[in-house]
Antibody, heavy 124, light 106 residues
Framework: QVQLQESGPGLVKPSQTLSLTCTVS??????????WSWIRQHPGKGLEWIGY???????YYNPSLKSRVTISVDTSKNQFSLKLSSVTAADTAVYYC????????????????WGQGTLVTVSS | DIQMTQSPSSLSASVGDRVTITCRAS??????LNWYQQKPGKAPKLLIY???SLQSGVPSRFSGSGSGTDFTLTISSLQPEDFATYYC????????FGPGTKVDIK
């Protein structure tokens, strides 16, 4: 079973870049079985998908965040990463990494496995 | 941009009750609809994918139905471990979640 673990600073200053890494175990990013997503949840609020990456490096971002988001992959370390630039207090959230499973050619997909999440606070 | 709504936003129920949660999309999403359960301080857990397919390991008291714009999640007999917040999510286009439905103890 795939396991994911987020890591990175819990506090980021406004206008700086938030950087998080997700380490995958129990499976290889290079296997191509999943896309690898970042999802966030503002305190006490709902869930927002940020974007995903495939092992090949192809990405798809939420248009609402696209101008500030970069997701990258390091297959040698079995990790993928999130960078979110020019952060404000509105980016304070729990950030999750998750697998995105495409079931077949029909395009059905879901977020099957999730990390435990990491709280990132944006504050000076 | 497809918007998702859920109703009710919260409900109180007793163990053994049949519970139904509704999710509506702002346009047709065929069966591209998933349901998740989230407990406080934990990551969401996938329950149902493609509107009605039960994720492996999820108890059969959970079921999903619907297509197009209207979907339901039903818990046939609520158990103590089912008190949580439930989210729908469309995978038809840019993934988007509903606002959630909190199920608590009556």
């Amino acid at each position: 079973q795939v396991q994911l673990q987020e890591s990175g600073p819990g506090l980021v200053k406004p206008s700086q870049t938030l950087s998080l890494t997700c380490t995958v175990s129990g499976g290889s990013i290079s296997s191509g079985g999943y896309y690898w997503s970042w999802i966030r949840q503002h305190p006490g609020k709902g869930l927002e998908w940020i974007g995903y990456i495939y092992y090949s490096g192809s990405t798809y971002y939420n248009p609402s965040l696209k101008s500030r988001v970069t997701i990258s992959v390091d297959t040698s370390k079995n990790q993928f990463s999130l960078k979110l630039s020019s952060v404000t207090a509105a980016d304070t959230a729990v950030y999750y990494c998750a697998t995105t499973n495409y079931y077949d050619s029909s395009g059905y997909s879901s977020f099957d496995y999730w990390g435990q999440g990491t709280l990132v606070t944006v504050s000076s | 941009d497809i918007q998702m709504t859920q109703s009710p936003s919260s409900l109180s129920a007793s163990v053994g009750d049949r519970v139904t949660i509704t999710c509506r999309a702002s346009q047709s999403i065929s069966s591209y609809l998933n349901w998740y359960q989230q407990k406080p301080g934990k990551a969401p857990k996938l329950l149902i994918y493609a509107a009605s397919s039960l994720q492996s390991g999820v108890p059969s008291r959970f079921s999903g139905s619907g297509s197009g714009t209207d979907f339901t999640l039903t818990i046939s007999s609520l158990q103590p471990e089912d008190f949580a917040t439930y989210y729908c999510q469309q995978s038809y286009s840019t993934p988007r979640f509903g606002p959630g439905t909190k199920v608590d103890i009556k």
